[in-house]
């Protein structure tokens, strides 16, 4: 393991003074793991019922627990069904803060791999709009990967620098989250590698970057909306810093004040000389808390004119008869949504998701299905969203059942029963189709999600 820089250490004593040694006593200890329920999938009861550890409750964030590292979520049927998140601890705060509301739009600016987006989409019962985020392609497409396992029916994912956005929704979001890229000191813990970057000149880039993506922000938020700016890091030329170099130059916008649960501690003005307001921001810090820690702040812009959102409630109602036609010999529950056909794929968009054109979206909405040449086919993501009662046929294996290893390994399988479209499901929820011909489950399972292991 690399041991901390010594020059960040000694930044760290200079900041905390006699809290300094907890901290460093924290860094040296082990790294606190999470998991997420995915409230779209599964409420947090049923999971509860259902999963084989015992899981601990995070005290900010009512559908996140704690686990344990021998646990191994990740290797978990459950996991690949979408049902929970593995999230450290302490960012699972974020999206809690955002406090998103059902129907609201939403964008998550600095969205991959997901983990905010996928729990702002939970906190929104998948009602409403959210665009998710990220500058970065291959993280883009990870990023959609997460929306599709983990069922999520109202996000668009677009990979675009923060500044083109605003050309397509001028201030219209009612919520903004700049997840920002950091200097990731609170990463020291669970990602030794993280050690071995730091340099004072890093937080100092990371903060102008910072500063430059949150210079977007007026254009994209509603007046009377707020954002929330967060960082997995200690340093105050980011965070505090930062926010009071917004603040000086945004008369708008203020810090909101925030609750703050026990062991969560308030920003510190004195560490940039900034205005009182800071204070109200929040820093989550490892030897106060079990998580790595972060920094959040709410900014609020004051309320004005807000401009109006384009409708296109015309269009919608027509095509959703055409959509109806094509999928209801196979779900016995129509999904809501904008239907878009792309090509020969159709998509659902959230209800009223404006003109796209020109921007780069690498996930469109839900993924409905495919047109083949005199046929229709339901495409994996829609299995996503689908429970058994809401298809006319399912086949369903209990989480040990030696058929589901094998279905995830993409092999076919006997089965009894009508020809036609399978949603193959664990206890309940859906994880990919099957075609049923002539006494043979087809394999549907996208070959990149087949698994070799075993579960
Ligand atoms: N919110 C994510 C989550 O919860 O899974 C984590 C986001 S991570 C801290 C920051 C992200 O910002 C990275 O995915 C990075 O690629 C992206 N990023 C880097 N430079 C950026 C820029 N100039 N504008 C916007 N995003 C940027």
């Known amino acids: 393991m690399l041991s901390l820089p010594q020059e960040f250490l000694h930044k760290m004593a200079g900041l905390l003074g006699e809290d300094y040694p907890a901290f460093a006593a924290s860094l040296a200890g082990t790294s606190c793991q999470g998991l997420r329920i995915n409230t779209l999938r599964v409420s947090v009861g049923d999971f509860l019922s259902l999963s084989p550890w015992d899981l601990t409750p995070i005290p900010w964030c009512s559908t996140g627990f704690y686990y344990r590292e021998s646990d191994r979520p990740g290797k978990h049927i459950y996991h690949f069904a979408g049902m929970y998140y593995i999230q450290e601890p302490s960012a699972m705060a974020v999206a809690e803060y955002v406090a998103p509301q059902p129907g609201e739009w ?9 983990g905010k987006t996928t729990h702002l989409a ?31 029916p109202n996000v668009i994912v677009t990979n675009e620098q923060p500044q083109r956005l605003a050309q397509y929704f001028p ?3 009612d919520r903004v989250l700049v997840d920002a890229p950091c200097s990731g000191e609170g990463m020291f813990r669970k990602n030794p590698a993280a050690r071995g970057e730091w340099s004072p ?8 970057r910072q500063l430059r993506i949150l210079e977007s922000v007026p254009g994209l938020l509603r007046p009377g909306g707020w954002f929330v700016y967060s960082t997995c890091t200690f340093s105050p030329e980011e965070n505090e810093g930062v926010v009071s170099r917004f603040l000086a130059e945004h008369p708008d916008f203020y810090v909101e004040h925030v609750p703050r649960g026990s062991g969560v501690e308030p920003g510190r003005p004195d560490w940039v000389a900034g205005p009182e307001e800071l204070a109200r921001t929040v820093r989550f810090w490892p030897h106060r ?3 790595e820690g972060h920094f959040i702040a709410v900014l609020r812009r004051r309320e004005g004119t807000e401009p109006r959102r384009p409708s296109s409630e015309a269009n919608r109602a027509k095509d959703y008869l055409d959509y109806r036609s094509v999928i209801e010999n196979i779900l016995s529950r129509v999904p809501q949504g904008r239907p878009v056909k792309v090509g020969h794929q159709l998509y659902l968009m959230p209800a009223d998701t404006p003109e796209l054109a020109g921007l780069k979206v690498i996930w469109p909405g839900l993924h409905v299905g495919t047109f083949k040449k005199d046929r229709f086919e339901p495409a994996h993501g829609l299995s996503r969203i689908l429970r058994a009662e809401d298809v006319r046929r399912v086949v369903d294996f209990p989480c040990d059942a030696p058929q589901l290893a094998r279905y995830l390994r993409g092999e076919a399988l ?12 664990v206890n309940g929820f859906g994880l990919g189709w099957a075609k049923l011909v002539k006494g043979v489950l087809k394999n549907h399972l996208p070959k990149g999600l087949r698994q070799t292991s075993q579960y």
Do not use: T
């Open 122 to 152: 939970a906190l929104m019962g998948g009602k409403g709009l959210i665009v998710a985020n990220e500058v970065h392609r291959g993280r883009a497409q990870v990023l959609a990967q997460n929306v599709e396992r983990l069922g999520i």
């Open 106 to 114: 939403v964008l998550d600016l600095a969205a991959a791999p997901g």
């Open 414 to 425: 006997p089965w009894d029963g009508p020809d036609g479209w399978y949603l193959v499901a």
């Open 201 to 208: 000149a890093h937080a100092f880039s990371c903060a102008e």
């Open 289 to 291: 808390l079990a998580g």
């Open 171 to 173: 201030r219209q979001f």
